[in-house]
Structures are given as structure tokens and as C-alpha cells.
């Protein structure tokens, strides 16, 4: 089981390499987390979460990889959840991404305050704003708002439970 700091090393890890592609077990990276803990402790702890193998349930905040990640996730039954980035029009590789997803896998979030989708981009995100990031998931897999929101609804029922 995984105690709370090698959960919190691999937050730190992944917030990280995400923002700005920096090397896991990073100086900076141990510093601006504060993990009270060495680069090479974060690089022992990742060692260790890949023996254990990943988690039950992985879901991938605000997905951002290409078709080829989504597939190589999808493959392990892993969720890939989209944020408004789907919306933006240099985010082409996103969207290819979205297309290969299996409907059982796929889920939508706000990543509120941030990633606010067009035309709303630039202002603060918000739950509200969530239709905009649906039309275009539906958009881009070609089946209905309406079937779209079936599909998030029944993959977020079975992934955090009932309301």
C-alpha cells in the first residue's frame, strides 16, 4: 500500500513534469513542493511505485497526451479525463486523443479556475462552463450531446459512485 509522502512525491511528480517537463527527482522540483525529502528518495519512490504497479483505479486529470498516450492508457483500463483544452484550436493532438478513448474510459472535469473552454477562454473556469467542454467532446467523437452525456454520466457514476 502506498503510505501518504510517496502519494504526495508522486502528486509533486506529476504536477511538475505536466507544468514544465523537468526530470523526475529534480533539485527544483523537491524544493518548490517542500517534500522535505532528496531527488533521489523522489527517484527510489518512484522505483518503487512502478514494482507495486499503478493503482486500481487511475484516472488522468485534465489529459493532455496524444493518441498514442490515450491508447497506451486505454490499454491498461485506464481514464483519461478532458478538460476545456479540447476546445482550443491548437489542440489538435488533444482532440485525436478524445477519438481513441473507449466511451468506458473517458470523463470531463473543469479543472476550475483554470483550462476555460472557448469561448469562455481567458476567464476564470467554472462548472457552469462544462456544456461547452461536452459539445466539443461529442462533436469530435461524432455521437450526440445527449449520448455524450450518458457516457460521462454512467463513467462518473461507476468511477467516484452514486450522487
Given at each position: 500500500m502506498l503510505d501518504e509522502r510517496k502519494l504526495e512525491v508522486l502528486k509533486a511528480i506529476v504536477t511538475d513534469y505536466v507544468a514544465s517537463q523537468e526530470p523526475v527527482g529534480s533539485k527544483a522540483l523537491v524544493e518548490r513542493h517542500q517534500l522535505n525529502v532528496s531527488p533521489a528518495t523522489v527517484r527510489n519512490d518512484m522505483a518503487v511505485l512502478e514494482d507495486e504497479g499503478a493503482p486500481e483505479r487511475v484516472i488522468f486529470h485534465c489529459f493532455s497526451g496524444?493518441?498514442?498516450?490515450?491508447?497506451h492508457c486505454a490499454e491498461r483500463g485506464w481514464y483519461l479525463s478532458f478538460a476545456g483544452v479540447v476546445t482550443y484550436s491548437s489542440a489538435g493532438g488533444l482532440r485525436d486523443a478524445l477519438r481513441v478513448v473507449p466511451d468506458d474510459l473517458v470523463l470531463v472535469e473543469t479543472d476550475a479556475p483554470y483550462l476555460t473552454p472557448v469561448p469562455h477562454r481567458g476567464r476564470p473556469n467554472a462548472s457552469y462552463?462544462?456544456?461547452?467542454?461536452?459539445?466539443?467532446?461529442a462533436r469530435e467523437r461524432g455521437v450526440s450531446e445527449v449520448a455524450m452525456c450518458g457516457t460521462l454520466w454512467d463513467n462518473a457514476q461507476r468511477v467516484f459512485g452514486a450522487w
Open positions: 496524444d493518441a498514442a498516450m490515450a491508447a462552463l462544462m456544456p461547452w467542454t461536452v459539445r466539443a467532446m
